[in-house]
């Protein structure tokens, strides 16, 4: 199993950038494909981005391409992502989420897909 702890979240104003952070507990985290998802008041959880296990393949949703990227540090077992351009329709709790992949080619886009999930870290912007 692996555990996930986010870190990063807080109150922004519209225009500002943040840094999310997700320490996998892992020493084998370079075997895991990789998710941020968020969920706002009163909607569905969806996918913000994710990342194959090798680093080598991200996706980003269309409603953050351009603004939000997905990385992460094999070294630090750290999976990041840098959020640019924030407006108030980024408000949500976002959580990091794992799944084990040995191929470490392919991201996963399914909520479904991921066995490990954090518990989350606030994001609010303000207009």
């Known amino acids: 199993q692996v555990q996930l702890v986010e870190s990063g979240g807080g109150l922004v104003q519209a225009g500002d950038s943040l840094r999310l952070s997700c320490a996998a507990s892992r020493r084998t985290f370079s075997i895991y494909a990789m998710g941020w998802f968020r969920q706002a008041p009163g909607k569905e959880r969806e996918l913000v981005a994710s990342?194959?296990?090798?680093?080598?393949?991200?996706y980003h949703a269309d409603s953050v391409k351009g603004r939000f990227t997905i990385s992460r540090d094999q070294a630090k077992d750290t999976v990041c992502l840098q959020m640019n351009s924030l407006n108030p329709e980024d408000t949500a709790v976002y959580y990091c989420?794992?799944?084990?992949?040995?191929?470490?080619?392919?991201?996963?886009?399914?909520?479904?897909?991921?066995?490990?999930w954090g518990q989350g870290t606030q994001v609010t912007v303000s207009s």
């Open positions: 989420a794992a799944r084990l992949d040995y191929s470490g080619t392919y991201y996963y886009t399914g909520e479904y897909d991921y066995n490990y």
């Open positions: 990342i194959s296990a090798n680093g080598g393949t991200t």
